[in-house]
């Protein structure tokens, strides 16, 4: 089992960046695909961008690609979304999850999921 804390959310104005951080608990974090979601209020819960194990593999929802960055250091236990060019779409509460087998754009395919962390975009 692992537990997952999401931090680096705040307000920002369109057009800035934030980091966003998802420590994770335990020894086991290499063996865990991991995953970036969101949701906005009245919106369902939307893929962002997912890793692979070793992080040699990425995959980002459109909305977010060139701008968003998903990346992992395994001797930390650390996963990472850089956000750059924020636009007020992406206004939203960010979780990071992590997926036993793969971690793919589905949320059903994640077993241990973060509490989120707000991220608010300005305009």
């Known amino acids: 089992q692992v537990q997952l804390v999401e931090s680096g959310g705040g307000l920002v104005q369109v057009g800035g960046s934030l980091r966003l951080s998802c420590a994770a608990s335990?020894?086991?974090?290499?063996?865990?695909?991991m995953g970036w979601f969101r949701q906005a209020p009245g919106k369902e819960r939307e893929f962002v961008a997912a890793?692979?194990?070793?992080?040699?593999?990425?995959a980002y929802a459109d909305s977010v690609k060139a701008r968003f960055t998903i990346s992992r250091d395994n001797a930390k236990n650390t996963v990472y979304l850089q956000m750059n060019s924020l636009k007020a779409d992406d206004t939203a509460v960010y979780y990071c999850?992590?997926?036993?087998?793969?971690?793919?754009?589905?949320?059903?395919?994640?077993?241990?999921w973060g509490q989120g962390t707000q991220v608010t975009v300005s305009s």
């Open positions: 335990g020894r086991t974090f290499s063996t865990y695909g």
């Open positions: 999850a992590a997926a036993i087998v793969v971690a793919a754009a589905t949320p059903q395919a994640y077993s241990y």
């Open positions: 890793i692979s194990r070793s992080g040699g593999s990425t």
